[in-house]
């Protein structure tokens, strides 16, 4: 099959089987601003609401209820509906959602999994079938499960922590293996809001409604995974003032916002020089990438300071760049002094080569500085000094989790099971911002801004992709973006050019780098089918 192209008009032609194995390339579908709090912080986005703006409980959870039932009638528009009920306001807003979709034709019933009236006011008189699970076997719950369109997870919410005990934790086993799709009440069952953490049993939702804004455990790993296809609806959350203080997902419209603007006189010398170091003897391919991806990112001017074994390579595959000999001293500081942005690592291995090679842009002009691969490498061994870096210039260090380990002197284990702390814990050690790749990838500065990937996907795990992003992140920081910003907005380009490709799992930087175009002169802030005004974000399920 050949490969898919991206074309100059910014449409993609996808085979339909494509397009279904790799997801919507349309979305995420995202307003410019999406904040992601974590449970507590949405507990107190609720308080705030009612204590100091005086919007009643009661409309909140009317509101969420009615905009599940029609993102539930939007999905899920055939057969029987039913709800698996709580206690608590997840609970509530299940009801809402019930009652809505009774209202309007639709067959539904309920399961209570904890104690709560039958003829809870939320339901305002309507009939409702309401059954308590303790009367139902596993016949009774075959057979419910079984005659449902969807059943819907009104069980546990985002205050919920620790693993689901007793009932809860029955119901959230039925629902797993329910035969019909299963869609959440704002966040999936057993899930921690605030960590992603998965302590016991977790529903698998197909899709999740989240109300007011994606809460961040949604948003991370192992959580995410448990999430489904994620639209958030807005419910009516008055502005509370602390929403800065909150993670933020990186959206297309933020994103291209970030975008540097380039004059129409302008000349190659004004729109960013980077210079590159990268590739030992025989490592020319991350070079090339890293170069490769520089140049498609829109900065006038490319220099690769590489092994001389690679530069025959470098210069038949990447002729628009300026090859710089890596074992000439004197150039490489002349081209260090000529650029307005550095970057270092990829293929540069750890020996005599790549120190010397360190110690000249430690000891060189104090220039943007994107840290990546072999350069941690370095650090990790005590040889790269980065909180010294981090002091003297604006740096972005971007491990993957066995580079954060090492950095750390952490278990990998350890890192990814709670990269938000791992990530935390190396901004603070380090003194600048780092960039952690994953599935969310997260970027962390020392002022305690959180900025969450919403384009990455496992399409991305294949080598290569990490000399991708930095060769982006360096032409970026070279055209005079902050470092915080350039490492979001190559995330959300190298992730989106991702997704344009559409090659599934047959993804190769290449394939990136040919997209690169095409996400840059895209404009708009998505798709969603969900023709629905309220709708705030909807992004497809992990994969």
Request: aromatic content about 4%; glycine content about 12%; overall charge negative.
């Amino acid at each position: 099959m050949p490969r898919t192209s991206c074309v100059a008009d910014n449409i993609v032609a996808f085979p339909r089987a494509l397009m279904t194995d790799t997801g919507n390339p349309l979305r995420p579908f995202a307003r410019e601003l999406v904040y992601a709090p974590t449970g507590g912080e949405s507990a107190r986005l609720d308080c705030a609401a009612i204590e100091t703006f005086g919007v009643p409980q009661l409309v909140l959870m009317e509101n969420a209820g009615r905009s599940a039932a029609q993102v539930t009638q939007h999905l899920f528009p055939e057969g029987p509906v039913i709800g698996v009920v709580g206690s608590g306001n997840n609970g509530g807003d299940a009801l809402v959602l019930l009652r809505t979709l009774r209202a309007w034709g639709r067959e539904v019933r309920a399961v209570l999994v904890a104690e709560r009236a039958a003829d809870d006011p939320l339901l305002h008189g309507w009939d409702i079938p309401i059954i308590a699970d303790t009367v139902l076997d596993d016949s009774g719950w075959d057979a419910l499960l079984g005659a449902s369109g969807v059943a819907v997870d009104g069980i546990l919410g985002t205050g919920a922590e620790g693993p689901p005990r007793d009932r809860q934790a029955t119901a959230i086993a039925r629902l797993n293996r329910a035969p019909c799709p299963v869609l959440a009440i704002d966040v999936p069952s057993g899930i921690n809001s605030s960590t992603g953490a998965v302590p016991g049993e977790a529903i698998h939702a197909s899709v999740t409604v989240g109300f007011g804004a994606p809460k961040l455990g949604s948003l991370l790993s192992p959580a995410r995974g448990h999430t489904g296809r994620l639209v958030v609806v807005e419910i009516g959350f008055p502005p509370s003032g602390n929403e800065q203080n909150f993670a933020q997902v990186i959206t297309p419209l933020w994103a291209q916002r970030q975008l540097p603007s380039r004059p129409r006189d302008t000349h190659k010398n004004e729109v960013g020089r980077v210079t590159i170091i990268a590739g030992q003897p025989g490592m020319a391919g991350a070079a090339v990438l890293t170069t490769q991806a520089a140049l498609t990112a829109g900065v006038g001017l490319v220099r690769v300071c590489s092994a001389p074994e690679n530069r025959e390579i470098l210069q038949r595959s990447t002729p628009e760049a300026i090859y710089v000999d890596a074992s000439d001293g004197a150039a490489i500081e002349a081209a260090l002094e000529d650029t307005d942005a550095v970057a270092l690592g990829p293929g540069l291995g750890t020996k005599a080569f790549a120190v010397e090679l360190a110690n000249k842009v430690a000891e060189g002009p104090q220039r943007p500085l994107v840290i990546d691969a072999d350069a941690l490498n370095l650090a990790a061994e005590g040889i790269l000094d980065l909180r010294a870096l981090g002091k003297s210039r604006p740096v972005l260090s971007t491990p993957h989790a066995g580079e954060m380990s090492r950095l750390l002197a952490e278990s990998k284990s350890n890192v990814i099971e709670d990269r938000l702390t791992a990530l935390r814990e190396a901004v603070e050690r380090f003194g600048h911002c780092f960039l952690l790749k994953g599935t969310p990838s997260l970027i962390a500065s020392p002022d305690s801004r959180i900025l969450v990937g919403s384009q990455g996907t496992s399409d991305l795990a294949v080598a290569g992709m990490g000399d991708t992003l930095t060769g982006v992140c360096g032409a970026l920081l070279a055209q005079g973006l902050g470092v915080m910003e350039a490492g979001a907005v190559s995330l959300y380009l190298t992730g989106r050019a991702a997704n344009l490709a559409a090659r599934g799992v047959s993804l190769t930087p290449s394939d990136v780098i040919r997209c690169m175009p095409n996400v840059l002169g895209e404009r708009g802030a998505g798709a969603s089918e969900i023709d629905l005004s309220f709708v705030v974000y909807d992004a497809d399920a992990a994969r």
